[in-house]
């Protein structure tokens, strides 16, 4: 069975929730600590969406929980960055 790629799971849920979000580019790599495994992901999206609570959002992904959200402006629009852990 295919497992569901939680990237493009991230994105997604990031657009159902704040529509309007343009992605311009993302990256994600392979994250590892002890006990968990999971992905660091990164997004430079347009500007002009406020993303105000979305460290505290509910963010649904198969197969993965968002254990860490972070946002900021920056010169060429808004950087997202995510932290996303196997839950199975």
Do not use: K, Q
Request: contains cysteine; hydrophobic residues 45%.
């Amino acid at each position: 069975m295919r497992r569901a790629d939680p990237h493009r799971g991230l994105i997604r849920a990031l657009i159902a929730r704040y529509p309007g979000l343009l992605v311009l580019t993302s990256s994600s790599e392979p994250w590892a600590s002890v006990t968990f495994s999971g992905m660091r992901h990164r997004l430079l999206c347009g500007a002009g969406i406020d993303l105000t609570g979305a460290e505290e959002a509910d963010l649904p992904l198969a197969g993965h929980i968002v254990a860490d959200l972070s946002w900021r402006e920056d010169a060429g629009g808004l950087v997202i960055e995510a932290l996303t852990i196997e839950t199975d």
